[in-house]
């Protein structure tokens, strides 16, 4: 099949003819019908995350259908149209078992911990726990989101966040992450101030639901709840001054090199830090009946769809800063 291929950290991949996965018990094989440029996969290119083993094939927001069903997993055939979220958990653990799959001490992620989607096939782990069924009139791109950064933000606004009709919500970064927590929270009823330094970022922001758009978040104060839906020092220090007194702040974007904290703030305001991973499958149905129902709208998000020859230059040209909404990639 053919692969995009990292053989080097921060070096241009390849695409390349490789070997298929093998359908393990208890897994299945996906054929991946689109996949997301998300900024994981970039972290991931550029060393950050040490999981991964080079050579390495990037690739967790995924969509497909079922190529080849594993021995021990009942209720999925051959054919069947399904995403996963990019936490594939154990669900035997006494995280999973407490329906906490998204901090699974045994997870797999595709694209981290083995060879991800940016293929023309997958292999899903634990396919019993993490398989979820697509409905009939949701396309595969918009399906590819919800493996993770639509989910991820839907978990992070309404169960991390708790984010309340009638509060202000303050995004800060309006990439794949920013732009989803922009649309859940505005579902919510949340009056939401989108901050991003990209116009064409904020002007689809709008668009989505922000009431109110800022290039630069350093004067806001008095908020509900902030969002880091970048991975920014800068940032997180603009959302914590941001804070009411009892304010969430809630950290989606990933912090490589750490990040130092006003922790006197943090005690005598009693403000809130809460860390946010992905979500679990079981948490699946809620979001996708509020897709059907109109209430929120992943499709919309998608301003761009490229081939698997084009990956290497989108992964890479994401250390010079991100196009408008969310890139999908039709292997
Ligand atoms: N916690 C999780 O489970 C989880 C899941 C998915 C992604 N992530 C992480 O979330 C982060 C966002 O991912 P993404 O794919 O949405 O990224 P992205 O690259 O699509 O979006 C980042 C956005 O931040 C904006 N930006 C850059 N500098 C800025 C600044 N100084 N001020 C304001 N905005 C600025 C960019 O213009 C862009 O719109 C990444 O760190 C990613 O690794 C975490
Ligand atoms: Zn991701
Ligand atoms: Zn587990």
Redesign the pocket.
């Known amino acids: 099949m053919r692969a995009v291929v990292v053989t080097e950290y921060g070096v241009l991949p390849v695409v390349q003819e490789v070997a298929e996965p093998e359908v393990a018990p208890g897994s299945v094989v996906l054929k991946v019908e689109a996949t997301g440029l ?3 996969d970039w ?1 991931g290119w550029m060393g950050h995350d040490s999981d991964i083993v080079l050579p390495h094939v990037p690739g967790h927001e995924l969509a497909g259908t079922v190529a080849a069903v594993g021995a021990g997993v009942d209720g999925w055939q051959v054919g069947d149209r399904v995403t996963t979220p990019f936490i594939c958990a154990c669900g035997t653990c006494e995280q999973c078992l407490a329906g906490n799959q998204q901090v699974c001490p045994n997870q797999l992620q595709p694209g981290f911990n083995y060879w991800g989607s940016f293929a023309e096939y997958v292999a899903i782990p634990f396919a019993q726990v993490n398989l979820v069924r697509l409905p009939d009139a949701m396309d595969f791109g918009t399906a590819a989101g919800l493996g ?2 639509f989910a ?1 933000s839907f978990r992070a606004v309404r169960q991390v966040g708790q984010v309340q009709p009638g509060e202000t919500a303050v995004v ?7 732009l989803s927590a922009v649309m859940i929270a505005a579902a919510a009823g949340a009056r939401v101030i989108a ?4 116009p064409a ?1 904020l002007e689809l922001a709008r668009q989505y639901g922000a009431a109110e758009t800022l290039t630069d978040a350093s004067e806001l104060r008095g908020v509900d709840i902030t969002f880091d ?4 020092n ?2 997180v220090q603009q959302a914590l001054r941001a804070l009411r007194p009892r304010g969430r702040h809630v950290q ?3 912090l490589p090199d750490g990040v130092q904290l006003d922790v006197g703030r943090l005690i005598g305001q009693e403000l809130q830090w809460l860390g ?3 979500m679990p499958a079981h948490a699946y149905p809620e979001m996708l009946e509020l897709v059907a129902a109109g209430n929120l709208n992943p499709a919309a998000l998608i301003t761009r769809t490229i081939s698997l020859d084009e990956t290497p230059a989108a992964l890479a040209a ?1 250390s010079h ?2 196009p408008a909404g969310v890139t999908v990639i039709t292997p």
Do not use: K, Q, W, Y
């Open positions: 998300c900024r994981s972290h993770c950064r991820t800060l970064g309006c990439g794949g992450v920013g901050v991003d330094t990209n970022a839906a970048l991975g920014s800068e940032l989606i974007g990933l946010s991973h992905g994401l800063g991100t």
